[in-house]
């Protein structure tokens, strides 16, 4: 299932669509009986990507994501934090030999901070994915022994693959008690998902996002430009996409979980 889900996310990506609508568009017009379809499926595809090279679509859509729950203010006590995999590059730090951190990197630098105010809070990062050796937890380890951190207290979980296994896996190796108080730690954007996903497992937590793309008011009228506004627009449609799958097969019970 897994595996499925990847592949018809690499077709559904907004890059890749335009690609195919544009290879489309030119084997059609190459054919009397569907030159018009061609043309039709060319321009739509040049018109997109001229839209997408001038304005902050990506930010656009970014924005409702980021912006449903606030960064709150820190609470005197926190029994534990918990943060999320997905800002490391497994292959390139088993390879060279160094942590090496992707563009989700903050999620990790953001918990420094956390672990160092609460140093008496269970910390946990939960994150697998480890198909080819290491995995998101051994990336994790070394990414917060390079920053000067003690992990032996820690906890790290290293079997998820997506967000719900984050949650199911932690929840079970915790068993929180239901007024215990949790910080969770996700990219902005990926948090509406996270907490829909915690809460279905049975844990109310805390959200704490990081790693946030936009700026959270009025965007200009310029964007990023073609490569940067069609890697915000994936971020932002990967996430819709899962939200709705979420939804329809009951790993979360509400479309778009808000802050409670």
């Excluded at 809070?121 to 697998?128: K, R, S």
Aim: aromatic share 8%.
């Amino acid at each position: 299932m897994a595996n499925l889900s990847h592949i018809v996310w690499t077709l559904l990506q907004p890059a890749h669509l335009l690609l195919l609508m544009l290879v489309a568009g030119w084997v059609l017009a190459n054919f009397d009986g569907t030159r018009r379809l061609g043309h039709w499926f060319g321009g739509v595809a040049t018109v997109l990507l001229v839209v997408i090279a001038i304005f902050p679509v990506g930010a656009l859509l970014l924005g409702p994501l980021e912006n449903r729950f606030p960064a709150p203010e820190l609470p005197e006590h926190v029994d534990g934090i918990i943060v999320l995999g997905g800002g490391q590059n497994m292959m390139v730090t088993q390879s060279r030999g160094q942590v090496a951190l992707n563009d989700n990197g903050e999620r990790l630098l953001e918990a420094v901070g956390l672990f160092r105010r609460y140093p008496d809070a269970q910390h946990i990062f939960t994150g697998g994915n480890g198909r080819r050796g290491m995995t998101e937890a051994d990336v994790a380890r070394l990414s917060f022994e390079v920053l000067g951190l003690e992990t032996r207290a820690m906890l790290f979980e290293d079997r998820a693959a997506n967000t719900h296994d984050n949650a199911v896996l932690t929840f079970e190796m915790i068993m929180p008690e239901p007024d215990e108080v949790w910080l969770l730690v996700t990219s902005a954007y990926h948090m509406p998902r996270s907490v829909g996903a915690f809460r279905q497992a049975g844990w109310n937590v805390v959200a704490y996002p990081v790693d946030y793309r936009t700026t959270g008011g009025a965007f200009g009228p310029l964007g990023p430009g073609l490569p940067g506004d069609l890697h915000d627009m994936t971020l932002a449609i990967h996430e819709y996409v899962g939200l709705l799958a979420y939804r329809l097969t009951g790993r979360m019970n509400s479309l778009f979980p808000a802050p409670r």
